[in-house]
Nanobody
Framework: QVQLVESGGGLVQAGDSVRLSCSASGLAFSKYTMGWFREAPGKERAFLGCISWSGGRTHYADSVKGRFTITRNNPKNTVDLQMNTLTPEDTAVYYC?????????????????WGQGTQVTVSS
């Protein structure tokens, strides 16, 4: 079956950088647009960015543009989210997701596969 597994979360301080990784199995990874979302306490799940199947195109939410970067490695079936200059407002559970639609794909219900999420907590 399809599995997406995020890793790399944890407790960090404001101003730090964190790199999350999502490892995929059970799907033709190179045929999927991959997205990253986050869900903060009391808030809806929010789109952060996505990367096209080839990795040639990325799209980001305005709130993270310039701070977050998405990359993928198709031979390794992984997609990463590099997050810089973190603030306490970045505290959330972070999810990777996969869709067969062409990038950009901004809406969560367009994604068919989801990881279980990884917690990132940023202390001030």
């Amino acid at each position: 079956q399809v599995q997406l597994v995020e890793s790399g979360g944890g407790l960090v301080q404001a101003g730090d950088s964190v790199r999350l990784s999502c490892s995929a199995s059970g799907l033709a990874f190179s045929k999927y647009t991959m997205g990253w979302f986050r869900e903060a306490p009391g808030k809806e799940r929010a789109f952060l960015g996505c990367i096209s199947w080839s990795g040639g195109r990325t799209h980001y939410a305005d709130s993270v543009k310039g701070r977050f970067t998405i990359t993928r490695n198709n031979p390794k079936n992984t997609v990463d989210l590099q997050m810089n200059t973190l603030t306490p407002e970045d505290t959330a559970v972070y999810y990777c997701a996969a869709t067969t639609q062409n990038a950009p794909v901004y809406v969560s219900n367009a994604y068919v596969y989801w990881g279980q999420g990884t917690q990132v907590t940023v202390s001030s």
